[in-house]
């Protein structure tokens, strides 16, 4: 019998696309432009956008065959931030944890301030 996981949940989602915040902002410190992680022909600094559509993206459909995030369950999403992960931390000395609800209140109320 399969177990059938949920889709990602809104929270999830809003972390998903935290994730890709903060890893633009680690590369981009780093010095790290597209064309040193992905091979491109120009220098172009690291966006969110860019992180879920070059490495989020492509990470998702070599391991799940899935084009959207959208598509994503629960499983899933950690799945593929595994991969991620691994991939920036062995090529590129880059980790970033994925945000936790307590950290996106945290940084929303910074924001705030």
Known sequence: MKLISKQRT????AALHKYFEL???ALNDAGL?????IKKQMDISWSAVMV????WKSAQKVHL???STTELTTNEVNKIYEQVNRYLAEKFGI?????SIDSLIENDKHNNL
Do not use: G, H, R, Y
């Open 65 to 67: 065959n899935k084009k």
């Open 33 to 37: 432009d597209v064309e040193a992680v």
């Open 52 to 55: 879920k559509e070059l490495i």
């Open 95 to 99: 980790t970033q944890l994925f945000p």
């Open 23 to 25: 890893v633009a902002e």
């Open 10 to 13: 809104l929270l999830q989602n």
